[in-house]
């Protein structure tokens, strides 16, 4: 993990982009490689040099808000994001009648509302020391899922 100290130098950009590492990876552990909108679980392989990669590594960690549209609120919104495969995240375009069915049998009407709520009106800034202790945060609940 990089230091903290290093962290606190970086843009906010690039803090956005780190924490989207440790978070796309958190999601898609914490979902165990099971798509969320079709059930399908994402296979694991070989890489080319012979290495067993798990599924998970290849899953994707898909938006029901999209990323395009939602804003920090829902951006980084364990609600909001789940792993998905590539076809229903990419050739779909996040599947999103079934993401909706899915996100209401899970988490209830309620949730969705205000999943749809937030898009329009959660307002969420983070500074640098925000995305330092988020990925700090994110990279310890990495380590208590014990999927590796």
């Known amino acids: 993990m990089v230091k903290r100290a290093t962290m606190l130098k970086w843009t906010l950009n690039k803090c956005k982009k780190e924490f989207w590492k440790v978070f796309s990876s958190y999601i898609r552990q914490r979902d165990k490689g099971v798509c969320f909108t079709c059930n399908k679980k994402i296979p694991d392989y070989y890489d080319r040099h012979g290495n067993l990669i798990q599924g998970w590594k290849s899953g994707q960690a898909g938006h029901f808000i999209t ?3 939602c804003g920090l609120a829902l951006y980084f ?45 959660g307002e969420v800034k983070y500074s640098i020391q925000d995305y330092a202790d988020k990925i700090e945060e994110y990279t310890k609940k990495i380590e208590g899922l014990n999927i590796g």
């Open 77 to 121: 919104h364990e609600q909001n994001v789940h792993c998905q495969c590539y076809h229903c995240n990419i050739n779909l375009s996040g599947d999103w009648v079934n993401y909706e069915r899915k996100i209401k049998e899970v988490y209830g009407e309620n949730v969705c509302d205000e999943l749809k709520r937030l898009k329009w009106e």
């Open 67 to 69: 990323a395009k549209n």
